[in-house]
């Protein structure tokens, strides 16, 4: 009954979407698509479904689950440069991506999850979006291996060799697979975008599993071979430079500035490598200032160049772009999207709804105040 | 619908948007379990406080104007669920009584399962069905939201204190006209104080041609068809008059006392007498001012005569309402003070005939008393006289000119809409529902629509929309520009 609820979707891509030029012919694949539905598939009608309550998300992002704590090791003599940016105004074109990804859930096999993405750009001071998803996926531990693969084959088009089974748990599974889409859309803006500015979230630090070095160097380069810089911003960082954050370099400079640092090595371990300059921004007025990640590959005066266009052609509301700041606000899920998925899911699915007691809550009461398990 | 909440008298339903429910429908909830259905009230309808909502309507505001715009590619419509949780509603709702084997009591000293509940709209109809409110005299009022004919008993309306209230152009008068001649056809004996005129024409149809009531409704205007003569009124109630309405001091009133006996003794009790004795009296000439300015007073308002024939015996007039009519007393024409004469005889007379058991009740209808009535007949009126078989219908757009004493003696009010919170403040202390109910539905009543409350909807509001009249009402206003 369910499956053939299932095979009576009928999802074609969208053929054009109203993006400038630039990125209008970025598609959705009918393959993603069809992954979500193929992992809603294996929900059989009466399944329990625990929903997940949260109404933040607490999954760990993707640069958190694998950035190195320690990056200015003795014997390494880092030194830092103040680069005052001058701002250019001339409507380069600011496109900005960020993926959410949520539990949504639990059912008696695996894990309920959604994820959605949002691009924002900015183009003859306007701004624009296209929102991507949610896509709901059911994650179990028979098809997570299979699903990542797919992700893999989709964001990379790497052909599957590798048994993740062991390594990909079902808890990180909607931030890694959050983090593939990403990289798809990455790529697929680098590859439609000219002259741009491509604005990610995150660093440009590669060598992880969602971010292998051939990947993600690829995806540099086709960027850069299509006179588009991307610059990487990461909102907390936890590297740490003489001792104190690396973000509290910047002190009294005057904005907007950048300050970059030199002397680190590039490469943290044996896969690990960072394919990015690092520099600190204090982009406008205001306490707050980010790790920014500028490709390595390009020349400094280009980097520069790219931060005073950004300086220039965007609105920065403490040093952070807001084309950025819109991409994060429109991918990600609010407490009402939440029950709303959770609906769809249940309607669709015919979901037998139950909930699972908050075991901290049975033993210490009101004094259990962790997450549930 | 999900049973959400209860406290106090008061429940909350869950309910999304493409479930149509609005204020004053009633609900049941049906427990399975427990075998009977709480019966609940709609009162209020408000969004559900639904968590991340802000956060959404804030997002979803940069979209507005230029600044930005885009589009949502969402192949599998989750959206369409996200939406439906956006626009969920929270139905306040007032329990009314609780549904058992087809059968319906106020009884609710039980709660539904909140799991297993089954909620379901109750239509009017059946409401009225459960209620048995429309039994043996039934009057047709209007229409209910399913466009069901809502009728309630005549009988309910028998002995009782009425009270129609509502702003300006809501339908007030043309829902009494409506009770008038729904009583008229089941053959009450009506008296209208129509302050207006507007109640005269109610023989006609809206064509212009005499209708089926023709025969049944008497008008009598104040000096004009409708004149008496000393000698009818009779000592008692000319000195009401003087007292009340032409505020004759008590010394003058004795020595007209003295002169009205004097006259009738002499067989000379008509007005010209009247005059010549107080100009030949022999007293304190304030006294004689006194008794001169109210002579004039009653001379000039023409309701007195000295010829017979021009007189009029209410004692006939009331036979011919006696197996169903109407007296309309139009007091449009007529000054404040001469209204005041009008109404104290009449209602003097009224008193008389009740007691003396010629006539057994009658029902009447004043519009806008206040501006008639002095103060002591609204007691008078709603205590003793409902007790000789008076029965008042107050029709009014301003609530607050009715005494509370009043209201608390009320047994229906029909409700058209207020916006006023003073105005829902004095009736809703006086209804025999929590103020909440009256407060939040008047509120938003349209206009012909009405809330039944108190007897002849058995104290279970009812919202009715008032049904058309085919007759020439009158009421409408007059306009410059039209």
Known sequence: MVNLLIEQYQYTTTPKYNFPHVIQHLQLPQHFIQLSLRTLRNIRKGNLFHPYVATQPVNPTAQMLEEPKRLFTEPSKPTLRLIPIKPIKDDTPIIAVDVSSMKIGETDIGILCAIRAAIVWKQRHRYRYVRLGPFPFHITEENKNEVYHLFRQYSFFEQPTLDYSSTLSLLYAPTRLGALFERWLQMGIAVQTRNGIILWDGSLTAGTQDAPVTVMSQL?????????????????????????????????????????????????????????????????????????????????????????????????????????????????????????????????????????????????????????? | MRLYRKEGNTIQILCFPNENVEKGDYLQVEDPKQNKALLIQVINVQFANVPGILEELLRDSTNNGDIIHGENLDPLDVASQITLIQDARLLICKIRGTVQNGKLSVSSAWLPSRSQSNIKKLSTTTLAKLLKINDKLPIYIGD???????????????GSLNIVTGKKETGKSHFSKLLVLSLIEHGAPVVVLDLNGEYANLGYASDGKKNQHYSKIHVLTPAGNFKVTLPQIGLRVMFNILIHALNLPGTSAREFRRTWRLLKKQGKLNLHELGEAIRNLQCNYHVKDALFSRYYALVNSGFFTDNPSEAMTLEDCFRKIQTGGALAVNLRDTS?????????????????????????????FAEEAHLYLRETYWNDIVTRMRHFGVFTTFVTNQPDTIRENIYRQVDNIFLFNFTSERDLETVSRAAKVDSETVKSIARDLPPQYCLLLGRVVKDFPIVVKVRALDVQTMGQTRLFFN
Not at chain 1, 303 to 319: H, P, Y
Not at chain 1, 332 to 343: H, L
């Open chain 1, 220 to 373: 540099l380069e086709t960027a850069r071979n299509r006179s588009n810089t991307v610059l990487a911003f990461t909102k907390t960082t936890r590297l740490r430079l003489f001792g104190y954050r690396l973000t509290d370099h910047v002190g009294k400079c005057v904005p907007p500035c950048l300050v970059e640092i030199n002397g680190y090595p590039i490469a943290l371990s044996n896969t690990m490598r960072l394919l990015g300059n690092i520099y600190v921004a204090k982009l406008s007025e205001g306490n707050c200032s980010f790790r920014l990640d500028i490709d390595r590959k390009l020349p400094q005066e280009k980097a520069v160049e790219a931060t005073q266009r950004l300086v220039g052609n965007d609105i920065l509301l403490q040093s952070y772009p807001e084309t950025l700041r819109l991409a994060h606000i429109y991918s990600t899920f609010t407490a009402n999207e939440v029950i709303g998925i959770q609906r769809f899911l249940v309607q669709t699915h015919k979901l037998k709804i139950i909930t699972r007691p908050n075991v901290r809550r049975l033993l210490f009461g009101p004094f259990g105040k962790g997450p549930e398990s």
């Open chain 2, 144 to 158: 209910t939201k399913e466009f069901s004919p809502l009728k309630i008993d005549a009988a309910a309306l028998d």
């Open chain 2, 336 to 364: 404040f003070v001469d209204r005041q004469i009008v109404v104290e005889y009449l209602l003097g007379k009224l008193v008389e005939m009740l007691t003396g058991w010629k006539l057994k009740a009658v029902f009447l």
